[in-house]
């Protein structure tokens, strides 16, 4: 059975960072792709950042240059570091993973930017 479990969300004021975790268990990371995204209020999710089996990372607009998605394979896990953040980047963020057609989500926590 595929789990996402993640960590690290909160409140941060603007141009501060955070870094998000996302533990996998029942599928194996190195070879799996991750991604999280976000979600505002009354909207769809939307992807922020993903990261192929091959390691191939691609990011929104919005979000280059300032979150980055990296793997530690050793610990099965997934981070994204967000760093200058925004009170526009305010959201639930969730990770995920699809295996056998299936996607699968983490339970999603909320990053709230604000001084």
């Known amino acids: 059975q595929v789990q996402l479990l993640e960590s690290g969300g909160g409140l941060v004021q603007p141009v501060g960072s955070l870094r998000r975790s996302c533990a996998a268990s029942?599928?194996?990371?190195?070879?799996?792709?991750m991604r999280w995204y976000g979600q505002d209020p009354g909207k769809q999710r939307s992807l922020v950042a993903a990261?192929?089996?091959?390691?191939?990372?691609n990011y929104a607009d919005s979000v280059k240059g300032r979150f980055t998605i990296a793997r530690d394979n050793a610990k099965n896990t997934v981070y994204l570091q967000m760093n200058s953040l925004e009170p526009e980047d305010t959201a639930v963020y969730y990770c995920?993973?699809?295996?056998?057609?299936?996607?699968?989500w983490g339970q999603g926590t909320q990053v709230t930017v604000s001084s």
């Open positions: 995920a993973t699809q295996r056998l057609g299936t996607l699968y």
């Open positions: 990261v192929s089996s091959g390691g191939i990372t």
């Open positions: 029942g599928i194996i990371l190195s070879i799996s792709p």
